[in-house]
């Protein structure tokens, strides 16, 4: 099974000011095929389902602002928020869909300071 | 719009049974691989089951594998878990979420709003 570790568990920002989510995996998730790397992240505000937010580590999806950015390759994946807002707090995971069984990272929790 | 609305979830003795249906509305649900996954209270999220767009595909957790069935009909836009042998780590909220694709390896574009189901004596 390809284990996916996010790093912090949780962080406070400051409005306004940046923040990093890291994701690593235990295999590469990057299909040589298509060279797309098999990664998602997802916001997960409390009560309500997750969202999908990037895809193939670094593709916003519609609608996204664009504060938030997905970077890496491989097995080494980033999510950067640039400037956290009061409704960016909210539970952020990472998900590998290259590989069955599909797995999740263990969630960070993004906090106001 | 595009949605995906989950029923059956409720409280069910360790042991027994439980369905959860998904039925999809606005989209073209035969194109789509449809996930389940779940949370369990306090936890994250956690990958049950996947299955593609003819149901060719299927794929299972290791946790729910010979307790749980995936299905779907397409003709009825609707995406079902057979949940059997239920035990008390099963309590979850669960939801089913569209794969942006017709195979099970596609990041998950659309979700439920989720079934609560309690395994409890």
Not at chain 1, 4 to 15: E, I, K, N, Y
Not at chain 1, 76 to 101: G, K, M, N
Not at chain 2, 35 to 56: C, D, F, H, M, Q
Request: proline share 4%; aromatic share 12%; charged share 15%.
């Amino acid at each position: 099974d390809i284990v996916m570790t996010q790093s912090p568990d949780s962080l406070a920002v400051s409005l306004g000011e940046g923040a990093t989510i890291n994701c690593k995996s235990s295999q590469s998730v990057l299909y040589s095929s298509d060279n797309k790397n098999y990664l998602a992240w997802y916001q997960q505000k409390p009560g309500q389902p997750p969202k999908l937010l990037i895809s193939w580590a670094s593709t916003r999806e519609s609608g996204v602002p664009d504060r938030f950015s997905g970077s890496g390759s491989g097995t080494d994946f980033t999510l950067t928020i640039s400037s956290l807002q009061a409704e960016d707090v909210a539970v952020y995971y990472c998900h590998q869909y290259y590989r069955t069984p599909l797995t999740f990272g263990g969630g960070t929790k993004v906090e106001i300071k | 719009e595009v949605q995906l609305v989950e029923s059956g979830g409720g409280l069910v003795k360790p042991g027994g049974s439980l369905r959860l249906s998904c039925a999809a509305s606005a989209f073209t649900f035969s194109g789509y691989s449809i996930n389940w996954v779940r949370r369990a209270p306090g936890k994250g999220l956690e990958w049950v089951s996947s299955i593609g767009s003819t149901s060719t595909y299927i794929y299972y957790a290791d946790s729910v594998k010979g307790r749980f069935t995936i299905s779907r009909d397409n003709a009825k836009n609707s995406l079902y878990l057979q949940m059997n042998s239920l035990r008390a780590d099963d309590t979850a909220v669960y939801y089913c979420a569209r794969g942006s694709g017709p195979h099970p390896w596609a990041a998950f574009d659309i979700w439920g709003q989720g079934a609560m189901v309690t395994v409890s004596s």
